[in-house]
């Protein structure tokens, strides 16, 4: 997976999701369900900043035994 350095620093569900390569639909069941990245709700409008993005990639890296 390569991270894209032109990236906004918050994103939308979509852009957020492109960002992780999943599904919008999955981020958002994921947000519902206290898993997933952490994000921002500035009153109806979810952001998630893309730092929250990159931690929550190194936090479920899985390694090979």
């Known amino acids: 997976m390569t991270i ?3 990236s906004p620093s918050l994103m939308d569900t979509e852009e957020a999701a492109r960002f992780l ?3 919008p639909r999955t981020l ?3 947000r519902r369900f206290g898993r997933g ?3 921002c ?5 979810v952001r998630y900043p893309r730092a929250a993005l ?3 990639i ?3 890296m899985q390694e090979n035994d």
Do not use: A, L
């Open 37 to 39: 990245p952490s994000f």
């Open 21 to 23: 390569n999943i599904s």
């Open 54 to 56: 990159e931690k929550y």
């Open 58 to 60: 190194s936090q479920n």
């Open 41 to 45: 709700r500035f009153g109806k409008t």
């Open 4 to 6: 894209r350095k032109d």
């Open 28 to 30: 958002e069941r994921d």
